[in-house]
């Protein structure tokens, strides 16, 4: 079992659906938890970073954690067409383990 | 803003020639990394740099070297390369320990 566990996809939707993206994750020692998009022949941009558990909301993204059953989540809402991407979740611990871990990414298609 | 710039966006080598790839940094960042992307794998950590002439392995070292002679670069080295190494290669550079990982456009190698 990898340490973070993510579904490729891809996930079609609607232009304007909402969008759930999410990763599952074993090591209880992560602290700090990332979203980064990719588009198609780009390198990844951070796009949410959330420490411990709670939400945190930026426009029409929201990060969800929950430690207690190590999931997390990235909401999308009014999709869009250019929300098409790659989108990685990522997640490290505290201290002196800072190289952070990826989830394989979920490919999202929203179509006009 | 800060950019990361992989000199070389698309390669192609043939089967036992020596390829370099490089990456520059221009935010005085500590940290660079190397990772390759796959379909179905996600980023994997080849190598990675938190001070000039320092480098630690990631998962999956062999085949592959590096070097960090100035701050601002980091050289991944392919000393023989093989079809197996067909990949997109992604350069990374972070502040700290707690920074956020800044990616380049990538390197698309291909071995043939």
């Known amino acids: 079992q990898k340490e973070v566990e993510q579904d490729p996809g891809p996930l079609s939707v609607p232009e304007g659906a909402i969008v759930s993206l999410n990763c599952t994750y074993s090591?209880?020692?992560?602290?700090?938890f990332m979203w980064y998009r990719q588009y198609s022949r780009k390198g990844p941009e951070l796009l949410m970073y959330?420490?411990?558990?709670g939400n945190k909301e930026d426009g029409r993204f929201t990060a969800q954690v929950d430690k207690s059953s190590k999931y997390i989540s990235l909401f999308i809402r009014d999709s869009q067409p250019s929300d098409s991407a790659t989108y990685l979740c990522?997640?490290?611990?505290?201290?002196?383990?800072?190289?952070?871990?990826f989830g394989r990414g979920t490919s999202l298609i929203v179509h006009p | 803003d800060v950019k990361v710039t992989q000199s070389s966006r698309y390669l192609v080598k043939r089967t036992g020639e020596k390829v370099f790839l490089e990456c520059v940094q221009d935010?005085?960042?500590?940290?660079m990394f190397w990772y390759r992307q796959d379909p179905g794998l996600g980023l994997r950590l080849i190598y990675f740099?938190?001070?000039?002439?320092?480098?630690e392995k990631g998962d999956i070292p062999e085949g592959y070297s590096v070097s960090r002679e100035k701050k601002e670069r980091f050289s991944l080295i392919l000393e023989s390369a093989s079809t197996n190494q067909t990949s997109m290669y992604l350069c990374?550079?972070?502040?700290?320990?707690?920074?956020?990982?800044?990616f380049g456009e990538g390197s698309r190698l291909t071995v043939l």
């Open positions: 959330t420490y411990s558990s």
């Open positions: 090591n209880s020692a992560f602290q700090y």
């Open positions: 990374a550079s972070s502040l700290g320990f707690a920074g956020e990982l800044f």
């Open positions: 935010m005085d960042h500590e940290n």
């Open positions: 740099s938190y001070d000039v002439k320092m480098k």
């Open positions: 990522a997640m490290r611990g505290a201290g002196g383990s800072y190289i952070p871990t």
